[in-house]
Structure formats: structure tokens, C-alpha cells
């Protein structure tokens, strides 16, 4: 089991700047990818980024390229951020932490997501 727990989510006005928290914990040996998602209402989870925890190759959205960045701390590779600039209001969402794991399929755990709000 993995427990992820994200922080950092608030409100802010459009074109500011948040960074988004995610720590890892547990069986954390399956991993071989952290990846943020994030979903409003109604709508499906929208996948923003994820980046490989061995190497730091990272993918994004392109909604969010130029944007956002997602990086691991340096000396806690379980520990990823995501650090979101000049957001706009249509990045309103919760965001989700999870796991990809190094067995396509396996290690599949999200935590329990932080809101982030940015109005207009």
C-alpha cells in the first residue's frame, strides 16, 4: 500500500502563482512514476503532468505546458511538486496525486486531492 497526501491548494487570483505538494509513504518501491490530475465537477479527471521517478523525465498537458512545472525534491524522490504559474480561472479544479506503477496496472493509488480555486 501507498499513501500519497497532497498540499498546498488555495485560492488565489488569476495570474498568480500556487505550489501544489504530494508525499508519498508506505510501499513506495512500486513506483515508477508520480503524476497530478485534476477534475472539476462534472467532468472526468483530466491528467496534468507526471514525471518518472528515476531519470525525472516529465510529460504535460498541454493545457498546462509553459505553465506548470512538476519536479521531485531532490533529497526525497517520494516527495513531487507541482508548481503552477499565471493561473487562470479555468485551472479551478481539485487536483489529485498518483502513482504509476513500474508493473503497467499495479501500484494504482491516489490521494485524497487539494482544492485549488482562481478567480477572475
Known amino acids: 500500500q501507498v499513501q500519497l497526501v497532497e498540499s498546498g491548494g488555495g485560492s488565489v487570483q488569476a495570474g498568480g502563482s500556487l505550489r501544489l505538494s504530494c508525499v508519498a509513504s508506505?510501499?513506495?518501491?512500486?513506483?515508477?512514476?508520480m503524476r497530478w490530475f485534476r477534475q472539476v465537477p462534472g467532468k472526468q479527471r483530466e491528467f496534468i503532468a507526471n514525471?518518472?521517478?528515476?531519470?525525472?523525465?516529465?510529460?504535460y498537458a498541454d493545457s498546462v505546458k509553459g505553465r506548470f512545472i512538476i519536479s521531485q525534491d531532490d533529497n526525497a524522490k517520494n516527495t513531487v511538486y507541482l508548481q503552477m504559474n499565471n493561473l487562470k480561472p479555468e485551472d479551478t479544479a481539485m487536483y489529485y496525486c498518483?502513482?504509476?506503477?513500474?508493473?503497467?496496472?499495479?501500484?494504482?493509488?491516489w490521494g485524497q486531492g487539494t482544492q485549488v480555486t482562481v478567480s477572475s
Open positions: 498518483k502513482t504509476g506503477g513500474v508493473v503497467p496496472g499495479a501500484c494504482n493509488y
Open positions: 508506505g510501499s513506495t518501491g512500486c513506483i515508477h512514476d
Open positions: 514525471i518518472e521517478a528515476s531519470g525525472g523525465l516529465t510529460n
